[in-house]
Structure formats: C-alpha cells, structure tokens
Nanobody, 126 residues
C-alpha cells in the first residue's frame, strides 16, 4: 500500500518561499505520476502541478506558473514543490497525490489519482 506524507507547510509572509515535500513509502516512486493539489476554505480542490513518471513532463496551473517548481528524487522517494513569491491567494491545504502509470504513459500527467496524502497547511499572510 502506497503512503504519502506531506511536510513543509507553515506561515509565510507575502513574497516569501516554502518548499513542500511529499515522502512516499510502501512502493517505489519511479512508476508513479505525482501531482500537487490545494484546497482553500470554501473552495473546490484545484490542481497545482504535476510531474510525470519520467520526470520529463511538468504541468502547472496558470496561477502558479513562474513561481512554483515541481521536482522528484526517486532515490529518496520524495517529490518537492518549491513555492516562491507566495501570495495570500496561495493559502490552502496542499495535498500530494500519486497514480501508478504504465511505461506507455511515463511522459504524461494524468487526471485521476488513487493515492493521497493528508495535506499540509500553507498560510500566506502579513
């Protein structure tokens, strides 16, 4: 059973940075596509970023392009989300999610994810 644990959230001032980590255990990370989602109070969950199984395809929501960077370290079974130039509207609970994909889909992000972490709170406020 795959388990995902997010960390790195916290309170940061506007313009600041945070790096979220998603530690994966139970199975090897290298056959999974990984994504970050977020959900603010009263809002629907939205996709933030995705990294394909191969690591060659990176997708970002328009709202975070140029500010967030997703990366993966399969040797450490960890995926990261570097968040720079944070804005108050980035405040949300951030979740990582994983989906096992075949080699055929190794360069793609997917829409549906079967495995989810518990989330980490990010608050951007002065």
């Amino acid at each position: 059973q795959l388990q995902l644990v997010e960390s790195g959230g916290g309170l940061v001032q506007p313009g600041g940075s945070l790096r979220l980590s998603c530690a994966v255990s139970g199975l090897s990370l290298d056959v999974y596509t990984i994504a970050w989602f977020r959900q603010a109070p009263g809002s629907e969950r939205e996709g933030v970023s995705c990294i394909s199984r191969s690591g060659e395809r990176l997708d970002y929501a328009d709202s975070v392009k140029g500010r967030f960077t997703i990366s993966r370290d399969n040797a450490k079974n960890t995926v990261y989300l570097q968040m720079n130039s944070l804005k108050p509207e980035d405040t949300a609970v951030y979740y990582c999610a994983a989906e096992r994909v075949t080699r055929l889909l190794r360069h793609r992000c997917v829409v549906q994810y079967d495995y989810w972490g518990q989330g980490t709170q990010v608050t951007v406020s002065s």
